[in-house]
């Protein structure tokens, strides 16, 4: 994760630089302004990354010398039967559609969104997963 912290905070660097000689030169305000929050987004994975690099251990990544068969075995735990990602995504892209349609569309999406939020925080606080 070291190497990945180090990309993007090269790549922020970049942006940065890009997103001042465009600003200067264009005059435009959308484009800067993307630009800039592009360099926001860069430093804020950047850091992400960083700082998890210190907490966990080094990852075959890290290592010059490692082969691609050395990051293989478990990465962390997923949901593998969860319905609450298709539920947010059904609601975020009625919402982002309610922007360019209508905002009527928000009181579709809302409830969606909410249901999928609340179904995904609480899914292992149900059934024989409860803690009494």
Same mark, same amino acid.
């Given at each position: !994760? +070291?190497?990945?912290?180090? !990309? %993007? $905070?090269? /790549? *922020? %660097?970049?942006? /940065?630089? !890009?997103?001042?000689?465009?600003?200067?030169? *264009? +005059?435009?305000?959308?484009?800067?302004?993307? /630009?800039? !929050?592009? %360099?926001?987004?860069?430093? $804020?994975?950047?850091?992400?990354?960083g700082f998890t690099a210190r907490r966990v251990d080094a990852g075959a990544q890290d290592h010059k010398d490692a082969d691609v068969a050395d990051d293989a075995g478990e990465l962390g735990f997923f949901s593998p039967h969860s319905w609450q990602p298709l539920s947010l995504g059904i609601g975020g892209a009625i919402a982002f559609l309610g922007v360019a349609i209508g905002w009527w569309l928000l009181y579709f999406a809302a409830p969606l969104i909410l249901i999928g939020l609340w179904g995904w925080v609480f899914e292992y606080y149900r059934g024989e997963n409860r803690t009494q």
């Amino acid at each position: !994760m +070291k190497i990945q912290g180090r !990309m %993007f $905070m090269w /790549l *922020s %660097f970049f942006v /940065l630089v !890009m997103a001042i000689v465009y600003g200067v030169w *264009s +005059k435009e305000a959308a484009g800067t302004t993307a /630009l800039f !929050m592009a %360099f926001g987004l860069c430093i $804020m994975i950047g850091f992400y990354l960083g700082f998890t690099a210190r907490r966990v251990d080094a990852g075959a990544q890290d290592h010059k010398d490692a082969d691609v068969a050395d990051d293989a075995g478990e990465l962390g735990f997923f949901s593998p039967h969860s319905w609450q990602p298709l539920s947010l995504g059904i609601g975020g892209a009625i919402a982002f559609l309610g922007v360019a349609i209508g905002w009527w569309l928000l009181y579709f999406a809302a409830p969606l969104i909410l249901i999928g939020l609340w179904g995904w925080v609480f899914e292992y606080y149900r059934g024989e997963n409860r803690t009494q």
